[in-house]
């Protein structure tokens, strides 16, 4: 999996705008867009986007800490209609619907937000979108939204982490 690939769209511009650029913060969230090989796991892809963000503290608490929560909690069936801000709001895990009101809600200008969020991940195009619960498994816990073209291999996570 690499980084380079086609230039950045609008939408994934705005979408960083409104969540913020790549980083290794370890806190908050991240915009990350990449250009996946057909064969790449979607999953496998989305957790080393996780570990990056961690980034140091990945390593201080510890692997188990970090990938306790760690699980799918939704993923797009294939004729369903694509409203990400109405799919986040219907996620039904317990541990993972506490974070969807701070990507949605409790953001700074949240509408602008949700119709970044809208405008990448409705889009026709992205044919495979799933949903991650994460966390240190105490007091941090956030949401990994990943969402891929599979047809060009684009794909764009936000990684959403706060205590």
Known sequence: MTNTGPTKPNTVAELEAAYGAPSQAGFGSAVFYAQ???TDDLEKAALEKYKYFVGALWER?????WMGPWKEVYARQNGEKNNIVAELRGIQDP???ISVPMILDNIEGAEKASAALS???????????????LGDGGAMSGLLIAGRDNETGVTIFLVFLLD
């Open 95 to 97: 541990d993972a619907e």
């Open 61 to 65: 608490f510890g692997e188990d800490a």
């Open 36 to 38: 996946l090989q057909e």
């Open 119 to 133: 405008s990448v991940y409705d889009n026709p195009a992205i044919t495979d979108l799933r949903v991650f619960n």
